[in-house]
């Protein structure tokens, strides 16, 4: 019998396991990525994390600090006058924050540094299936109006991308739909981001977590029992 049968059991377990993917990628990446960093004369702040959706759409200061709802919002506004000043973002006359051609070409270096570090690390690795199975979630996970996910998804898939790098990117967008199931529950129990982020173990966190899991259920039940256990032991297989 397939291990994954209860979608809420199988969004607790997996979502440390994406983590460590995530991680692990950004990790393996970091030194090559400094030297493209300095390479291209700029401090990629924010880029980093916004790699996926700037080349498509632009981005708001409440849609950056949706994204890093958690982080002293005092801090926001010196690193988008940072960017704005170094020409990595420009400013419309309605507020919106445009990716510059400077961070195009240095958004489209970062993709082909990762394309290289996922086929490296990942050598070997069915990386197509795992890559269709995230993107099956991805695809069936809900967008709430003022959430993470509805910024950063779909993500930024130039044609002729490698499977790992789609997997990487799929996963990066696939966290934010927890991060809005996460807030949405701590919302509903009354709490703020501080509150929750201040609140220790017990029962109340307890219940706080376990309606995260129920809410980042959803879009897995696109998937059968088989494929969960096929996406759980494959992404395991990858840190």
């Not at 240095?106 to 996922?118: I, Q, V």
């Not at 993470?148 to 996963?171: C, H, I, K, Q, T």
């Amino acid at each position: 019998m397939p291990k994954f049968q209860d979608a809420s059991l199988f969004a607790a377990s997996i979502a440390p396991v994406i983590d460590a993917v995530h991680v692990n990628v950004h990790a393996s990446a970091r030194r090559a990525g400094a030297d493209l960093a300095t390479a291209s004369g700029l401090e990629p702040g924010v880029l980093i994390d916004l790699r996926c959706t700037l080349p498509l759409r632009p981005i708001t200061r409440h849609g950056l600090a949706t994204l890093y709802r958690y982080a002293d919002p005092s801090g926001l506004e010196p690193e988008i006058q940072a960017h704005l000043a170094q020409g990595t973002l420009e400013e419309d006359a309605d507020g919106l924050l445009h990716a510059t051609p400077r961070t195009l070409a240095f958004l489209d270096a970062l993709y082909a540094l990762h394309a290289e570090t996922t086929g490296r690390i990942w050598n070997g690795r069915d990386l197509t299936t795992l890559s269709d199975l995230v993107g099956r979630v991805l695809d069936q996970a809900g967008r709430e109006p003022g959430g993470a996910l509805v910024l950063m998804a779909p993500p930024y898939e130039p044609d002729g991308s490698p499977a790992g790098l789609l997997l990487f990117n799929r996963l990066a967008a696939l966290r934010y739909h927890r991060a809005d199931s996460h807030a949405a529950a701590w919302r509903a129990a009354g709490l703020s981001s501080g509150e929750i982020v201040a609140l220790r173990d017990g029962p109340l966190r307890e219940a706080v977590e376990a309606d995260t899991n129920r809410r980042a259920a959803q879009p897995y039940l696109a998937l059968s029992a088989d494929d969960r256990e096929a996406l759980h032991d494959g992404l395991l297989a990858l840190v």
